[in-house]
């Protein structure tokens, strides 16, 4: 039972980091409908900034907000320089973001090597503590993960939900040309959600580098989980994104803890199924 205890919350912990970068996915490509195949690389991009940041100043918060910042501003070039002149053409998006993210990578091993590399945690949260009513100890940090997970979620639904923007941004992906007879720039919009969703990634590369490491190649498996949990969870359903991201991180985690020869196979096994049963995803609806 305390085995099964821990991989449940190990896979609780890995998929609030799989939500983290499948919400900015979600945000891009399920929303926006935007192919971006460089989803991983900021992921790992901001790992690595975030890593050099906390190692120049000490600060874990600080490698946070820098990470953030740096992608989202690179995600903001990437869309208003590049793919904002092939919007709708899926096929040229996915071209151009692939090759941004082969230089992304390729820079990154040019700089950081094929090493490991590992934030520490934050004070506060490098240390264990007892789960009440049970005898079991868990990291303080995958716990606080948790909470940030549920924290930005919350905070993503109501920007969509319950702001003017969000508003403008679902009108503007429905009918772009009545949004732009009333006078408002769906243009605006797009780059800054595509900036929140390119700053996710980073983000979430940090606290992956605290929670696991940061080695090359870990951009290409965040990116297949990140579009597993948007495909299980529904195209453009942030709710379905955080469903779809605890089923694979489930899947995962149980994987590797009882099946871990087939682990890998198990997460796609669990999308086929879903897909077979509905195909839209779990909380996706047809467009």
Not at 85 to 93: K, N, S
Not at 191 to 212: K, R, S
């Amino acid at each position: 039972m305390e085995e099964f205890a821990l991989t449940t919350l190990n896979g609780v912990a890995m998929a609030a980091l799989y939500f983290l970068v499948a919400a900015g996915f979600s945000l891009i490509f399920g929303v926006m409908r935007i192919v971006n195949m460089a989803h991983g690389s900021l992921f790992l991009l901001g790992g690595y900034l975030g890593w050099s940041v906390a190692a120049l100043t000490h600060s874990w918060l600080l490698a946070i907000v820098a990470a953030g910042a740096a992608t989202a501003a690179l995600g903001l070039m990437l869309q208003q320089g590049l793919l904002r002149h092939y919007q709708g053409q899926e096929l040229t998006e996915a071209l151009i973001t692939i090759a941004v993210s082969i230089v992304i990578a390729d820079l990154l091993v040019a700089t950081y090597g094929g090493l490991s590399y590992q934030i520490p945690a934050p004070v506060p949260l490098g240390h264990s503590i007892r789960i009440p009513g049970t005898a079991l100890r868990y990291s303080s940090y995958s716990l606080a993960l948790i909470g940030v997970a549920l924290a930005t979620g919350l905070a993503l639904w109501l920007f969509l939900e319950r702001t003017i923007w969000g508003v403008v941004l679902r009108a503007g992906i429905d009918d772009r040309q009545m949004v732009a007879v009333l006078g408002l720039n769906i243009q605006r919009i797009f780059a800054l959600v595509f900036a929140i969703g390119a700053g996710l990634a980073g983000m979430a590369g940090v606290l992956d580098g605290t929670l696991l490491s940061l080695v090359p190649g870990v951009d290409s498996s965040y990116l297949v989980a990140a579009l597993a949990a948007v495909i299980v969870g529904g195209m453009g359903s942030l709710e379905g994104s955080a469903v779809g991201a605890l089923v694979v991180g489930m899947a995962t985690e149980f994987g590797i803890g009882y099946f871990p020869s087939y682990a890998e196979a198990l997460t796609f096994a669990v999308m086929a199924v879903v897909l077979v049963v509905r195909p839209t995803g779990l909380l996706g609806k047809a467009r």
